[in-house]
């Protein structure tokens, strides 16, 4: 899987941004596992800022856009080096009919397979750490 815009729940997301957004490189935000369920949300913010606003967001001032992807039926769950400040990268591959979830970078890593993958988001806001 090449784009965020790809998959599930993302009609909003295609909404905001008039290209293919792709997956790579975020700032992990927040990991919730969910035991009970089982159930899997990964939430982080992306490089990219949405080019098609809705009106609600024309007059907010934002320069980060927040995403994340939710899993249900997750296995495999392998967590290291987690909490971390540094970028990570993802990969979102299918193979024998599931999808691999990498987010990872030299020091930290989040594994796990799982049969959906839908995406959360966007939100935006104002992040006063952001680098331009």
């Given at each position: 899987m090449k784009h965020w815009n790809e998959l599930d729940g993302s009609v909003f997301f295609g909404k905001v941004f008039s290209f293919p957004v792709a997956i790579g490189l975020v700032d992990l935000f927040a990991l919730h596992v969910d035991n009970n369920r089982p159930s899997i949300t990964v939430e982080f913010d992306i490089q990219e800022i949405p080019d098609t606003l809705p009106e609600k967001w024309r007059k907010a001032e934002f320069n980060t856009c927040r995403i994340g992807i939710s899993c249900g039926n997750f296995r495999e769950l392998e967590i290291k080096g987690i909490p971390t400040n540094e970028k990570l990268n993802v990969d979102i591959a299918m193979l024998a009919g599931e999808y691999r979830v990498r987010i990872s970078n030299k020091d930290s890593?989040?594994?796990?397979?799982?049969?959906h993958v839908s995406l959360c988001g966007p939100s935006v806001y104002f992040n006063a750490r952001v680098e331009d």
């Open positions: 890593l989040i594994f796990f397979s799982t049969r």
